[in-house]
């Protein structure tokens, strides 16, 4: 069975060789397929990116957009406490690049967490 067991050393999760994407079953297999290429060789965009031929591509293509969602949660959660309205009190790509929030009537300056 592949599952991570309690107690088991952050060098040995998910541990396991990438399953054929054939073998897969169940409403999240192209997820986990995914992130079983990332988690093989993060480095091998080629090979994350291309879709397996019993794969539609549509699919292919949500399941992509999920893991993009998933990992930018994570890294918001990580700039959280880096972050804050007071060292980072505007939303800049560089310092002759400002974003302005459209959420509001008029766009305007936000916090960059709060963008």
Same mark, same amino acid.
């Given at each position: 069975?592949?599952r991570? %067991? *309690?107690?088991?050393?952050?060098a =040995?999760?998910?541990?396991?060789?990438?399953?054929?994407?054939?073998?897969m +079953?169940g409403? #999240?297999?192209?997820?986990?397929?995914?992130?079983e290429?990332?988690?093989s060789?993060?480095?091998?965009?080629? %090979? *994350?990116v291309?879709?397996p031929? =019993?794969?539609?591509?549509?699919?292919?293509?949500?399941e992509?957009?999920? +893991?993009?969602i #998933?990992?930018?949660n994570l890294?918001v959660?990580q700039?959280?406490?880096?972050c804050t309205?007071?060292?980072?009190?505007?939303?800049?790509?560089t310092? =002759?690049?400002?974003y302005?929030c459209?959420?509001?009537?008029n766009?305007?300056?936000c916090?960059?967490?709060?963008?």
């Open positions: 069975m592949r991570n %067991r *309690i107690g088991t050393k952050a =040995d999760l998910w541990a396991w060789d990438v399953e054929d994407s054939q073998g +079953q409403p #999240l297999a192209v997820q986990e397929y995914i992130q290429l990332i988690r060789d993060p480095s091998n965009v080629k %090979r *994350i291309e879709p031929p =019993d794969v539609d591509v549509n699919i292919w293509q949500y992509h957009l999920r +893991q993009f #998933l990992e930018l890294l959660t700039l959280k406490g880096i309205t007071h060292s980072c009190p505007k939303m800049k790509a310092e =002759d690049c400002l302005l459209a959420t509001h009537k766009a305007q300056e916090c960059a967490m709060d963008y």
